[in-house]
C-alpha cells in the first residue's frame, strides 16, 4: 500500500524554487564564451577564438564544406593515365608553387586552368584557396555562372533592400587579395556579362593582384566567347596550364566507391 506523500505546507508556498536555473552552458568552457582566457595575470585569446577566425575566414572566403575538403594532398594523380599523368603533375607543382609565392608577394601572376569536365580544375583551385586561407590570406572563391546571377539579381534589388550593390558585388571580386574564377566556359555571354567580365580581369591586372582562372575551354576557344581584347588580359594575369584527363573523375570515384560497398 501507498503511504500518503506527506508535504509540508511551508513548502507548497515557496515560489519555484523547486526549478532551479540550470547552470550555464558555454561553447567554450575554457574561457566561459568571453574569448579570453587568464594565465598568470596575463590575458589570453582563447583558442575558440582562433578558431572562429578561421572558420570566418572560410566564409568570407565563400568556401563550401564541399570545397573545404579539396586539398593537394588529397589530389590524387592515380586518376591521370600515361599520356596525361606529366601534364597533371606539372598543374599540380604550379599551383604549389602558385601558393608559396603568394604568400611572398602580393602582386604573384596567377594561374590559367583548363581542362575538361571533371579533369579536377575544381580541386585544384579549392585546394589552392583552402592553403592560402589557412595562411590567413583573404581569398575570394566565385563560381563565375553565379557570379553573373548574382550580378544580374542585383538589377531587381530596391533600393530599400540589404542586399549587395552591383558595385559591391564587383568591387569585392576586384579587390580581393586572391580571386579564384571557377568555371569560366561557355555560358549564354551577353554583351553585358562580357564587359562585366573584362571590366573585372583588366581591374585584376592593372592592380597585379593574383588571380586563378579555371574553364572547359581553352584560350582559343574562351576567345570566341568572350572577344580577344579579354583573352589577351588574361595571358597577362595568369600562367596556362592544360589538365586533361581520360575520363571525368568525378564518375570513376563514384564508381570506386560503390564498387567498395558490400
Ligand atoms: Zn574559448
Same mark, same amino acid.
Given at each position: 500500500m501507498l503511504e500518503r506523500l506527506r508535504i509540508p505546507q511551508d513548502l507548497l508556498r515557496r515560489p519555484a524554487v523547486f526549478n532551479p536555473l540550470p547552470s550555464p552552458t558555454y561553447n567554450c568552457p575554457l574561457c566561459q564564451d568571453r574569448g579570453v582566457v587568464l594565465q598568470g595575470g596575463k590575458a589570453y585569446r582563447c583558442r575558440c577564438m582562433k578558431q572562429k577566425t578561421l572558420q570566418n575566414r572560410f566564409r568570407l572566403a565563400n568556401l563550401t564544406p564541399q570545397l573545404r575538403r579539396f586539398t593537394f594532398e588529397n589530389f590524387d594523380l592515380k586518376y591521370y593515365s600515361r599520356p596525361h599523368l606529366e601534364s597533371a603533375?606539372?598543374? #599540380?607543382e604550379a599551383a604549389k608553387k602558385f601558393v608559396a609565392s603568394c604568400l611572398k608577394d602580393p602582386h604573384t601572376k596567377g594561374l590559367f586552368l583548363f581542362g575538361p569536365v571533371g579533369s579536377g580544375k575544381t580541386h585544384l583551385a579549392a585546394a589552392i584557396a583552402n592553403s592560402l586561407v589557412n595562411a590567413?590570406?583573404?581569398v575570394l572563391f566565385t563560381v563565375v555562372p553565379d557570379l553573373l546571377d548574382e550580378l544580374r539579381s542585383t538589377y531587381?534589388?530596391?533600393p530599400e533592400d540589404d542586399s549587395?550593390? &552591383?558595385l559591391e558585388l564587383l568591387d569585392t571580386a576586384r579587390k580581393a587579395e586572391v580571386l579564384i574564377l571557377d568555371d569560366l566556359g561557355s555560358h549564354n555571354y551577353? &554583351?553585358?556579362t562580357c564587359n562585366k567580365i573584362y571590366s #573585372?580581369?583588366?581591374s585584376r591586372l592593372m592592380n597585379e593582384l593574383p588571380t586563378v582562372v579555371t574553364s572547359n575551354l581553352d584560350l582559343? &576557344?574562351?576567345e570566341e566567347y568572350?572577344? &580577344?581584347r579579354t583573352v589577351s588580359r588574361l595571358v597577362q594575369l595568369c600562367y596556362p596550364y592544360n589538365l586533361p584527363v581520360e575520363e571525368d573523375i568525378r564518375y570513376v570515384r563514384s564508381r570506386e566507391e560503390y564498387e567498395t560497398l558490400k
Open positions: 603533375r606539372r598543374c #599540380l590567413g590570406k583573404q531587381d534589388r530596391r549587395y550593390t &552591383e551577353t &554583351e553585358w #573585372l580581369i583588366n582559343k &576557344e574562351l568572350l572577344g &580577344e
